[in-house]
């Protein structure tokens, strides 16, 4: 008597047709899931070219308004209709703080570098930040023990930064250099202020806001400063600034809350991996770039580094299932701490853009965390 149906080990009956559609399903969502992924990397990884094309004719500083103030316009209607705004008001100076350290200062230093700096070296030196977040982990003394490939991780992805940098950089842009240090340092500290203050809040709501006061700042700043664009930009400039407001900040954003929610936080970190490759090609097709031998070298170590930096130690107790939807992983606010295991791969997720931002491993509204045996005990800004 086998003819229909099975009962399943919870006592469970189901057809043969609902496996057959399950499978199904489950196909669907991993193109959708390859979709998403290919089309996050190139969002995320042509950023750099379109800020070089920006800055041959709007000041860095115009282009942070313009490119804040759009993507603001087309998130906050979508925050607002999931009633994420309301609930952040209250953090309004950790929220400030985020826009300052992880938007408003990185973004008009990177403008700037990109006036000096080939586009594919930039996207290079930003993939760093992994590196820098080890830094900022040990200087607040919440980092976890590395191990041996966490430490060879370090050493290759500094080798790489110095490759770039020593060999791959003209002497004269070294202080370009030093904004993209100040932009990697923000970009490590912004992920801090995430896991530590605002674990609990909505992650759309978190950067249509971050977005919009930062477009609020930069009015008076461009105003008083270099001033509005005395002619109309070019057509060019002009679709460059779109694509990089509508599809690298708000579209990318939405995409990364989807793929999070099909493949969960851990594995969506694979990102970052992709991100360089698309500057370089972006770089030497559109712009002609030349790709040295060092530019490869310093890539190779770079991603190395950061691979090895954002694996789980040994000994940590996870697995690979923990990135699944459903699995251990949970959104933030959902356990009690954040370890600095999570907090390496948060630093990744946000290694050649705008925020490292993470949503939720089974929906859109929230932080993803990975649950950790160690709370945070840090006072909540309020």
Not at 49 to 54: D, M, N, P, R
Not at 64 to 93: E, F, N, Q, S
Not at 111 to 130: C, D
Not at 248 to 271: K, Y
Request: positive net charge; aromatic residues 6%; glycine residues 10%.
């Amino acid at each position: 008597m086998r003819a229909s149906s099975t009962v399943s080990a919870g006592g469970e009956a189901w057809a043969p047709a609902r496996v057959i559609a399950k499978k199904g399903q489950t196909r669907c969502m991993d193109r959708r899931a390859g979709l998403l992924f290919v089309a996050l990397g190139f969002a995320w990884g042509i950023p750099y070219l379109l800020i070089k094309v920006s800055v041959e004719e709007l000041s860095p500083e115009m282009l942070v308004l313009a490119r804040t103030a759009l993507a603001a316009a087309l998130l906050l209607p979508i925050a607002a209709a999931r009633g994420a705004i309301r609930p952040l008001l209250h953090r309004w100076r950790v929220l400030l703080a985020y826009a300052v350290i992880e938007v408003a200062i990185p973004w008009v230093l990177l403008n700037r570098a990109e006036q000096h700096l080939p586009s594919s070296t930039t996207g290079l030196l930003i993939a760093a930040v992994p590196l820098a977040g080890v830094a900022l982990a040990f200087a607040t003394g919440t980092a976890e023990r590395l191990g041996a490939k966490g430490w060879l991780g370090l050493v290759a992805g500094l080798a790489g930064v110095a490759a770039l940098v020593g060999f791959d950089v003209d002497a004269s842009d070294q202080g370009a250099v030093l904004q993209l240090l100040v932009v990697v340092v923000g970009y490590a500290v912004g992920p801090f202020l995430l896991a530590r203050y605002l674990r609990d809040e909505s992650g759309i709501g978190v950067i249509a806001l971050s977005l919009s006061i930062v477009a609020v700042i930069y009015v008076p700043v461009v105003l008083l400063g270099p001033g509005l664009p005395e002619v109309v930009p070019s057509s060019k400039v002009i679709a460059s600034v779109v694509v990089l407001a509508v599809v690298c900040t708000a579209g990318a954003f939405v995409m990364l809350f989807a793929l999070i929610g099909l493949i969960g936080p851990v594995r969506a970190t694979a990102i970052t991996y992709l991100n360089p490759a698309v500057a370089i090609v972006a770089g030497v097709v559109f712009l002609g770039e030349q790709v040295t031998a060092w530019t490869v070298v310093g890539f190779a170590l770079v991603l190395l580094g950061s691979f090895l930096i954002t694996r789980r130690p040994v000994g940590d107790g996870g697995s690979e299932d923990q990135s699944r939807p459903g699995g251990p992983v949970e959104a933030l606010g959902a356990g009690r701490g954040f370890s600095v295991a999570s907090e390496r791969k948060v630093h990744v997720l946000l290694a050649t853009r705008l925020l490292d931002v993470l949503g939720e491993s089974r929906g859109v509204q929230q932080w993803p965390r990975v649950p950790s045996r160690e709370p945070l005990t840090g006072r909540r800004w309020r």
